[in-house]
Each structure stands twice: as C-alpha cells, then as structure tokens.
C-alpha cells in the first residue's frame, strides 16, 4: 500500500519468510521470464508504471488488488535476450560500483591532503 512499481527480488539463502499482505509475491516460470528481468521492467518501464496506475485504488494509500496486477500487460522477450540484458545491466552495476568507489578513495585522499594543508605539513 502507497508505493507502487517497486520489485525485488528476494535471495533463496534467506528461506522462508513472512511478509506484509500488502506485498504481492510473484514467481514467474523461468523457462519464460526470468526474474531480474520482471524486476527490472517493473522498477523502470514507464509504460508498466502507467498500467499499475492506472489500476490502482485508494483515497488515502494507493493500492492494487492481485486480479489487477493480473490485467497488467509487458513484453516479454525471448530468454536468451533476457539473459544477455540481465548481464548487461550486471556489467554496467559491477562498473558503477567500481567508479563509486573510486569516487569515495579520492575524496578520503583529498580530505586528507587539506589536513594536512590546514596543518602546514605541505
């Protein structure tokens, strides 16, 4: 309830688990969608966020009802494209965290440089 179009998926090392009645748990067959990939076109296809709007209800909280969720409409391509996007997108992700990284190191370095600036030591 109130946030919808946010997926994720949910590791199997976490086992059995309760949640909220609120979540929906979908598990779609992996021989046809895999689940990064409904993930992903969940969290940012623009045209599937319009369907779940569109279907959602609720003065206060937005909110969706599962046979709702089941009149919702997205391509789906075939496997072996999915799994080319899902490594793509891991790529781009490993990459991301690289430049974050390098990113942080630079700005400890730099910190540390003004230090020892303000301390006279250069």
Known sequence: M???GKACIVPEILGEAQ????LFRVRPDQSKCLSAFLSATINHSG???EQ???F?????????????????KFLIPPIDLQHE????????ENY???LQGSYQEENNLF???LQRAFRGEL
Do not use: Q
């Not at 959602?56 to 919702?72: F, P, Q, R, W, Y």
């Not at 899902?86 to 781009?92: E, R, W, Y």
């Open 56 to 72: 959602s209800h609720g003065a206060i909280m937005a909110g969706l009802k599962t046979s709702d969720l089941k009149e919702v």
């Open 96 to 98: 991301l965290k690289l």
């Open 52 to 54: 779940l709007t569109k």
């Open 85 to 92: 996007y899902i490594a793509m997108v891991n790529k781009l």
């Open 47 to 49: 045209t599937f966020l």
């Open 19 to 22: 949640f909220s009645y609120h």
């Open 2 to 4: 109130g946030t919808i």
């Open 111 to 113: 910190d540390s440089l």
